[in-house]
Every structure is written in structure tokens, then in C-alpha cells.
């Protein structure tokens, strides 16, 4: 796929999950990657599914504040499409009632989220 039809793809998938994730996080969720790295030069959208994954510190990554956990809504390789930082423990349990009930499965692996 070329570059440019890749990314457009890419761009409606992050505009759809994040649309969907505002409407549970009051319009908190940030746009992340629209392309997954191929480690080439083939370039892919990242995928149409969406599963959810909650990120801190035991999953490897450093965050620079105290402030919770990183949500992040990714496909199946793990790239992340949207994001909402500062996710308090009663936040993450009620969004995950809601992504249960949304029908939305969680994702288990290394999450890839934007530098």
C-alpha cells in the first residue's frame, strides 16, 4: 500500500476509536498512530479492531507523573490508535465494565504507544 493511502486509512481508524473512547472519557482521548511499524518500508494502517489495554509501570514503561494509568485503545499488534492519560483505579474499573459490556476484549502484549 502506498504511503499516503495508508496513513488516510490509518487516520480514520485512530478518528473512529477515539470518537468512541471521548464518548467514555469526556473527551479526554488523544489521537496516537496511525501506521504500525513493519520494521520496512511497506506501510500499513494500523488495524480496524479495537481491544483495550491499560498501561503503567509493571508493563516496562516510565511515566513521568503519579497520575495513573495510560488507557490506550490498540489493534491487534498492539499499536496504540488513541490514548487518555491519568486514569485513577476507579476510572479503570468502570471503563472496563463498559468495554465489557461494549463487547471491546483486552489486550494482552506489549502495547506500542506513540514516543
Known amino acids: 500500500m502506498q504511503y ?6 490509518g487516520q480514520k481508524r485512530v478518528a473512529e476509536a477515539r470518537e ?17 511499524d513493519t ?24 511515566l513521568t507523573d503519579n497520575s495513573g494509568y495510560i488507557l490506550a485503545l490498540v489493534d491487534s499488534t498492539g499499536s496504540s490508535k488513541t490514548i487518555v492519560q491519568g486514569v485513577t483505579k476507579l476510572q479503570k474499573e468502570n471503563l472496563e465494565k463498559a468495554f465489557e459490556k461494549d463487547n471491546i476484549k483486552k489486550f494482552e502484549g506489549k502495547v506500542i504507544l506513540p514516543v
Request: hydrophobic share 45%; net charge negative; charged share 20%.
Open 4 to 9: 499516503f493511502q495508508a496513513l488516510k486509512l
Open 39 to 62: 520494521k520496512s518500508n511497506v506501510w500499513k494502517p494500523v488495524g480496524e479492531e479495537n481491544l483495550y489495554a491499560f498501561v503503567d509501570e509493571s508493563a516496562g514503561f516510565i
Open 20 to 36: 468512541y473512547l471521548n464518548t467514555l472519557t469526556d473527551g479526554k482521548a488523544m489521537p496516537a498512530l496511525a501506521l504500525t
